[in-house]
Every structure is written in C-alpha cells, then in structure tokens.
C-alpha cells in the first residue's frame, strides 16, 4: 500500500499537467483555504450569538445553560415600557418587630421548637376545624416574597364533601398507575417505611384541603384577558408561599401533609375549573391528628450537617 502512494505522488510530480498548470492551481488552493477559514469564523461566530441567545427562547421562568441564567420569556413576550408592578412611594422600614420574645436569640429558639414539632400527617381526626383559622394561614403565605412582586400564587380551599371525594377519585386512580407502573421500583421500596400506597383516605378524612397552584402567567391589571403579564421564579415564589402556609398551620395547632400527585394536576385543574396558566404544585389535607395517629421516628439532620460556615 506504501508503495503504491509513493508511485502515485511521483507519478503526479512528474506530469507535465501538474508542472503546466501549477500556477493557476496554487492561487485556486489559497483561496479555497481563504474561503473556508472565513466561514468557519461566521459559523463560530453566529453559533457564539445562538448560545447566548437561544436558551431565553427554549429555558425559561429561571433557566440555566452554559452558566447563563435568563428570567421569563425573552423572544416570544411583547415589551411593555410600563413595569408589571405599580409605582408605589418608598417608606421606612425598621425591620422585624413582631417576635415571640423580647430576645432575638429566645424569639429565634421558640419559632425552632415549633417548626420542629410539625410533623407529615396522614391519619386525620373527623374533628372540626373552623375554616378562619385556615384562610387566615393562607392569608400569611400570601405575604411570602416573588419576583418583581407578581404574587403568583393561588390558593384553593376545598371543604366540600363531595368535592373532597372527586378529588380522592382522581387521585387514587392515577396513584395506582404510578405505584404500579410508572414509579421507579427504589422509589416504591423507599416510601415503604412511610407506610404509604395508592390508597388515600386523608383525602376524605381531613375537614380540608389546600391546593397550592402556581400561575405561570398572569394578565395585566386593566383586565384585558389578552394581555399576559409574565410571572418570574413563579415555582420558587410559590414553593416559599407553601412553606411559611406550612408554618402558619402549625404555629395554628393545625397539622398537614405535603403531597404531590403526580400526573394528577390537569384534572383537578379542570375539576376545580382553574384557568390554563395555573398548575397545581401541591396539595395540603389539613386538620387535626386522629386520636390513634403515629408517624416514624425519624431525627432530622444536625445543624453541622446542613451549615456551612465561611
């Protein structure tokens, strides 16, 4: 095979076509180089600019790439040169006042003895609980901070009986699916210590739930349903409103459960007649425990073993 290419390029070397027209090949070669380096520099060039461009398109509401992160439709939302939020005058603020106790340390220690004292709850008792107590918790997760004060958050109250059983129906049917299909095997064997299945009588037990939807857009003030107004970190707004709800409900006496049935939201978005830009992030039974209620014994993290200090 060597040789044969060594013939080859004598054989090319010595023809007198080669030798003839060399000096119009050697200009063809060089600007054939030229043209490919040019090329190769736009394509690098518009490929820099997609990069940075393209993830606003595809990644939104707090996407991430190539280190990047972009907030909210960026190609497809029309610039309005109004802010969503309305100017409002700036006013003094002094800080937190409203403690348990008169020493920040104490105040700090109390509010921990009772965020520690929740616990998941999934037997409830038939015990009454006055519907106030529960909208006045709502009424404290709706202070929970969001992006560019869009409060993206809406917060559905079911006590009805009969609404309370469609809403077991529907979930209990799409659990069993998941149970029996569509969740991993490990998954399944780690929820066993929980001692939870498809099966979900809390549903009906408890005096209400709470289903936390997050609006993934909005509409502007003046009512036009056309106009949408684009709600930044929605989720993470909406997932801290959850949590201070979590915490109202306990500093109330009332006990919850954190669940989130999956592949459940679009029917009980559509149960519930929710509009298209809400989606359902979590659901809370809430009420009190039954008398022959446990939970695991479970010990949470040491604070070394979830602080970092610098």
């Given at each position: 095979m060597a040789s044969y290419l060594e013939d080859l390029v004598d054989y090319f070397l010595s023809s007198s076509a080669l030798v003839?027209?060399?000096?119009?090949?050697?200009?063809?070669?060089?600007?054939?180089?030229?043209?490919?380096?040019?090329?190769?520099?736009?394509?690098?060039g518009r490929n820099k600019k997609l990069r940075i461009t393209e993830p606003a398109a595809t990644e939104k509401n707090g996407s991430k790439l190539d280190g990047i992160e972009y907030v909210g439709d960026l190609e497809h939302a029309d610039y309005d040169p109004l802010p969503a939020l309305e100017e409002k005058?700036?006013?003094?603020?002094?800080?937190?006042?409203v403690t348990l106790a008169q020493d920040p340390l104490e105040a700090a220690e109390r509010f921990y003895a009772i965020a520690n004292n929740r616990r998941s709850v999934r037997k409830f008792s038939s015990r009454p609980v006055d519907v106030a107590i529960v909208e006045r918790c709502i009424r404290a997760a709706g202070t929970a901070p969001s992006g560019a004060?869009?409060?993206?958050w809406t917060f559905c109250l079911v006590s009805d009986p009969s609404i309370k059983a469609s809403v077991r129906e529907i979930i209990e049917a799409e659990e069993f699916v998941?149970?029996?299909?569509?969740?991993?095997?490990?998954?399944?064997?780690?929820?066993?210590?929980?001692?939870?299945?498809?099966v979900k009588e809390y549903l009906t037990e408890a005096p209400?739930?709470?289903l936390v939807f997050k609006q993934t857009y909005g509409y502007k003030v003046d009512g036009d349903a056309t106009a949408k107004k684009q709600?930044?970190?929605n989720e993470i707004s909406t997932s801290i409103a959850t949590g201070m709800l979590l915490c109202a409900f306990q500093c109330a006496g009332l006990s919850s459960l954190v669940t989130t049935p999956l592949n459940c939201g679009p029917a009980?978005?559509?149960?519930?007649?929710?509009?298209?830009?809400?989606?359902?992030?979590?659901?809370?039974?809430?009420g009190y425990p039954a008398d022959d209620c446990t939970v695991p014994d479970l010990q949470r993290k040491p604070l070394e073993d979830i602080l970092v200090r610098y």
């Open positions: 003839t027209y060399w000096n119009y090949i050697f200009p063809v070669l060089v600007g054939l180089y030229l043209a490919i380096s040019l090329y190769d520099k736009h394509r690098y005058p700036h006013v003094p603020y002094a800080g937190a006042t004060h869009t409060e993206p998941n149970y029996t299909q569509r969740m991993a095997k490990q998954w399944v064997t780690d929820l066993r210590p929980i001692r939870t299945n498809h209400h739930l709470v709600h930044y970190y009980l978005r559509t149960l519930l007649e929710r509009p298209p830009n809400e989606k359902l992030l979590v659901l809370l039974p809430v």
